[in-house]
Every structure is written in structure tokens, then in C-alpha cells.
């Protein structure tokens, strides 16, 4: 008992080495950016999200509701928008928008968001625990189709299709997981993949465009 208790001393004596006075005078501004945290929930439920428990918000997101269309924001769920909210560095904030009324964008318990964005004119669901990397990107439509001879017009939900992650899912920084697709629980999406087809659970998706291969698991 006694030399498990000098064991644990010593971690933490060793944990506290590891920071510098610029580390702690970072942790600290950290904690400041909680602060105007309750700002942007109120201003979410102003706007018409609607919350299932507490939200943290790092930074101001970009929200937008449709008429009569569904934002449901889970307990314990985190959105990272400030520029030093996440160790890469956010080079804009979260987005969040339904973009057609009858749109649903629903975000379980505990999931991360950080520089994501997330449009849906049909529906996106992110299941409990997930968290998408910096600069992430889930896009349930195409937004332009092509009219006439040389232009474009806004789709309006014409080739909308709902996406869902599960739960327990990882998304690495700035992929990008398009229409129509559904991802299994504990699947790992790799960095700056872009995703057209499913991803079963517990498999990974990588590259442009993802291929799925079985996950590697680390002994122990």
C-alpha cells in the first residue's frame, strides 16, 4: 500500500514538471474562454436549438435555424470554435446550420465538435461520445445543381440525403463525410479522408475517396 501511494506521489510530481509557467498561463486563459460560454447557449436557444442537459461552447459559433426545423443539442456535448481551442489551432468556427424547413441536425450526449461544420437540408444525426477533428466537414446535400446551359442554382434539398454517425465514432481532422452515408459505432475516419460510401463499426476509413479496412488494435 505504502509504495503504491510513493508511485502515485511521484507521477504527479513528475506530471507537474511537465509545465511550464507558459503552459499553466495557457491553462489558465483556457479556463477564461469558459466564461462567455452561457453567451452563445443563450444565444442558440434565441436562435431555436434546443438542449437536452449542459453544453460547453469555446468560441462563438456560427448557428442558423430553419423554420420548423429540428437542432437538438446532447448533454455534456462540447463545440470548439476560439482559435486556440484545440492543439491544431481553428482556422474558423463550428458551423451549424438546418438549412430547410423539416431539416434535423441532432447531436447526442458528449459528442465534440471542433472548426466543424455541420449543414443539414435533410437530416445528420452524430451519435453519443463521437468527436470530429479540427476543420471537420458532414454535408447531408450537394447545395448547387447545374442549370440551364452554364449556371447553377441553389438544390434546396433535391439531393439531400441523411447522414448518421454512431456512437463512440473518432473523425480526423479535416475529413470530410458527404451525403447519404451512414457510419457504424467505434468506426475511426482517418485525417482528411473523405467519405462516399458507409463505414461498418469498428472499421476505419481512409483516403480520397475512404477505402474501409479493419482497425489495428494495439495489444493490452
Known amino acids: 500500500m505504502e509504495s503504491a501511494k510513493l508511485q502515485e506521489r511521484e507521477l504527479r510530481a513528475g506530471e507537474a514538471n511537465e509545465h511550464t509557467a507558459a503552459t499553466r498561463l495557457g491553462w489558465l486563459a483556457g479556463q477564461v474562454r469558459h466564461g462567455p460560454s452561457f453567451l452563445w447557449r443563450w444565444e442558440a436557444r434565441f436562435k431555436g436549438v434546443r438542449f437536452l442537459g449542459r ?121 470530410i463525410i458527404l451525403k447519404g452515408v451512414t457510419i457504424g459505432d467505434r468506426a475511426v475516419i482517418g485525417a482528411g479522408a473523405v467519405v462516399t460510401k458507409d463505414v461498418p463499426a469498428g472499421s476505419m476509413a481512409a483516403g480520397n475517396p475512404a477505402r474501409v479496412q479493419p482497425q489495428r488494435r494495439e495489444k493490452g
Do not use: Y
Not at 65 to 89: E, K, Y
Open 55 to 175: 453544453a460547453l461552447f469555446l468560441g462563438r459559433p456560427i448557428i442558423s435555424v430553419a423554420s420548423a426545423s429540428r437542432f437538438v443539442i446532447g448533454d455534456g456535448a462540447t463545440i470548439a470554435s476560439a482559435v486556440r481551442a484545440n492543439p491544431l489551432g481553428l482556422s474558423q468556427p463550428s458551423v451549424l446550420r438546418t438549412m430547410l424547413s423539416g431539416a434535423q441536425l441532432i447531436l447526442g450526449p458528449r459528442v465534440g465538435l471542433s472548426g466543424t461544420v455541420l449543414c443539414a437540408a435533410a437530416s445528420i444525426e452524430i451519435g453519443e461520445g463521437t468527436i470530429c477533428g479540427a476543420g471537420t466537414m458532414i454535408l447531408d446535400n450537394d447545395f448547387h445543381v447545374p442549370s440551364g446551359e452554364w449556371d447553377w442554382e441553389l438544390e434546396k434539398g433535391k439531393t439531400a440525403r441523411p447522414v448518421k454517425l454512431g456512437r463512440g465514432v473518432f473523425v480526423g481532422a479535416r475529413a
